[in-house]
Nanobody, 126 residues
Framework: VQLQASGGGLVRAGDSLRLSCAGSTRGFSVRSFTQYNMAWFRQAPGKNREFVGAISWSGDSTIYGDSVKGRFTISKDNVKNTMGLQMNNLKSEDTAVYYC???????????????WGQGTQVTVSS
């Protein structure tokens, strides 16, 4: 199972950015992607990995970290095999490498996820 995150970049505070996570075509079938719950985490230099949000396999249920609630929105497209993270009103403290992950449960703990993407850098200038 392989995941690839993309869409990171350099933006200004207050801007919006959308990240995407795609399931690799190598060994990651359409059916497999549909079955997985997925999540976004982020890690800033010198800090622990932080939970951003998670979405159920069907896309019907989402949970968010307190620091992004109301600003970030997760979506899942089981037809396109992708998960998105719409980030609005970005702040300098949102600067981090963002990782997507897949697992068998919707959880805030990174240990609950089995598969990880390589990360994409988001930098927010103040």
């Amino acid at each position: 199972v392989q995941l690839q995150a993309s869409g990171g970049g350099l933006v200004r505070a207050g801007d919006s950015l959308r990240l995407s996570c795609a399931g690799s075509t190598r060994g990651f079938s359409v059916r497999s992607f549909t079955q997985y719950n997925m999540a976004w985490f982020r890690q800033a230099p010198g800090k622990n990995r932080e939970f951003v949000g998670a979405i159920s396999w069907s896309g019907d249920s989402t949970i968010y970290g307190d620091s992004v609630k109301g600003r970030f929105t997760i979506s899942k497209d089981n037809v396109k095999n992708t998960m998105g993270l719409q980030m609005n009103n970005l702040k300098s403290e949102d600067t981090a490498v963002y990782y997507c992950a897949a697992g068998n449960t919707v959880a805030r703990a990174y240990q609950m996820y089995d598969y990880w993407g390589q990360g994409t850098q988001v930098t927010v200038s103040s």
